[in-house]
């Protein structure tokens, strides 16, 4: 087996790398440059003109950073107060009004929701699916009175009930889920807004 070259240097080390057992490939792998402060205000100037979510159209006038580089370079430095703010009791709520309308899709749901990735909207909403504060606090005016407004043919947990009342400003949508699921939450919201 082949030691490593003795002479690489700090900024470019080399990978021996086979393909098929006759060819040998040296691939030079250089770890990029340190962003300048002309790239920074650059990059702060081309994300505001094409947006934060369209990164390959900024790197097309960054020469020499790939738009995953400037994407990180903007969430992770230059927008860091934006997207690395903590979550308020509204950004909570928030969350919660997304989540019963979109489910489990987290990219839809991070869409919906200002400067937040899928990732740590899943995460945040794993934190306080269980709170009975949160959700108490969420839903007290509805599980107080679960069933106003409530047109129901069928008591049945399968079944899909709508409701004309107005709880946060929308219209509401009464789910019910199934007796597993209700058996493992301790607090069970009757109605939900979605809307």
């Known amino acids: 087996m082949a030691s490593p070259p003795a002479a690489a240097s700090l900024r470019s080390v ?11 490939r040296v691939l030079r792998i250089r770890p990029s440059a340190a962003w300048t402060p002309e790239e920074d205000a650059t990059l702060a100037r081309l994300a505001d003109e094409h947006g934060a979510r369209h990164w390959r159209r900024v790197a097309d006038h960054m020469p020499g ?12 430095h230059l927008a860091r107060d934006e997207y690395h703010r903590p979550f308020t009791a509204a950004d909570d709520e928030e969350l919660a009004r ?22 740590v909207m899943r995460r945040r909403w794993k934190e306080i699916r269980d709170t009975n504060a949160f959700l108490s606090k969420l839903w007290k005016p509805v599980i107080a009175k679960p069933n106003i407004g ?32 209700a058996a493992t939450m301790s607090i069970l919201p009757a109605c939900v807004a979605v809307a």
């Open 14 to 24: 080399l990978v021996i790398k086979q393909s098929p057992p006759s060819v040998r």
């Open 65 to 76: 950073r790939s738009s995953r580089q400037c994407r990180d370079r903007w969430r992770h």
């Open 98 to 119: 997304l989540f019963l309308r979109h489910g489990g899709r987290w990219s839809t749901v991070s869409r919906a929701a200002h400067r937040r990735t899928s990732r």
């Open 150 to 181: 409530c047109d129901s043919s069928t008591t049945s947990l399968s079944s899909q009930l709508h409701c004309t009342d107005v709880v946060f400003g929308s219209s509401l949508t009464c789910f019910s889920i199934g007796r597993a699921a």
